[in-house]
């Protein structure tokens, strides 16, 4: 079955380090993964999605994520942390099942950014 | 980018009574919808998906009497939780796809907060 993993609940970066959150997949076949922002109380908003149209894949806000097939991994980094970034972060996988494509979210990682 | 809202956002209700929350696409046409939910500092599990017209077809474990999902047009889907309990306390997030090819992109609502006291 396909699924992903998220390393790491909790996450705690200084305002302009590096972030990193860590995704591997599980799939038979070339995955669709997604990467998900979730601030308080709100919506899932997309930051991102690989489709298999290029490896390395930009999102919005700064944030990328590396498709790396060899690792099943889709790691999501940004260069320089914002206070602003401060958020539950969803990675996710579709797949098919029971005749609908269907989102299968990872447990989140919760991001901190602090002065 | 297009926009799904939720009403209520919060809602508080006593145990045994029904709840019903709204999606509305408000600028798309959603041809699949599908609704989580989603505990404390925990992800979203999937609920059921719903086409338009169709009924909804419920996830595993899931009852599929207690929480009623209907998609009666291409801008609304309603979900009811009928003889709410404490433990349906939680936050309820609706999703919405459209047109025919399954890679198109899910809009997220903003979320209902339920609790049953």
């Known amino acids: ?33 997604f990467w998900y922002v979730q601030y ?9 999605k690989y489709t298999s149209a290029a490896t390395l894949v930009k ?10 097939k060899s690792e ?30 269907k989102l299968i979210f990872g447990a989140g990682t919760r991001l901190a950014v602090h002065p | 980018g297009a926009v799904v809202s939720q009403h209520p956002s919060r809602v508080i209700c006593k145990s045994g009574t029904s709840v019903k929350i709204e999606c509305r696409s408000l600028d798309f046409q959603a041809t699949t919808m599908f609704w989580y ?21 419920y996830e595993q474990g899931v009852e599929k009497d207690k929480f009623l999902i209907n998609h009666a047009s291409l801008t609304l889907s309603t979900l009811t939780v009928t003889s709410a309990h404490p433990e349906d306390s939680s936050f ?18 903003p979320g209902t907060r339920l609790t049953v006291l």
Not at chain 1, 40 to 48: E, T
Not at chain 1, 59 to 68: D, L, R, V
Not at chain 2, 37 to 57: C, D, I, V, Y
């Open chain 1, 1 to 33: 079955a396909q699924s992903v993993t998220q390393l790491g609940s909790h996450v705690s970066v200084s305002e302009g380090a590096l972030v990193l959150l860590r995704c591997n997949y599980s799939s038979s076949v070339p995955p669709y993964l």
């Open chain 1, 40 to 48: 308080p109380n709100q919506g899932l908003q997309l930051l991102l």
């Open chain 1, 59 to 68: 999102g919005i806000n700064g944030f990328e994520a590396e498709f790396k």
């Open chain 1, 72 to 101: 099943t991994s889709f790691h999501l980094t940004k260069p320089s942390a914002h206070m602003s970034d401060a958020a539950e972060y969803f990675c996710a996988v579709r797949v098919l099942s029971g005749g609908y494509n």
């Open chain 2, 37 to 57: 939910r989603q505990f404390p500092k925990q992800s979203l599990m999937l609920m059921a998906t719903s086409n338009e017209g169709s009924k909804a077809t």
């Open chain 2, 92 to 109: 309820y997030i609706c999703s919405a796809r459209t047109g025919t090819d399954p890679y198109n992109e899910q809009f997220f609502g």
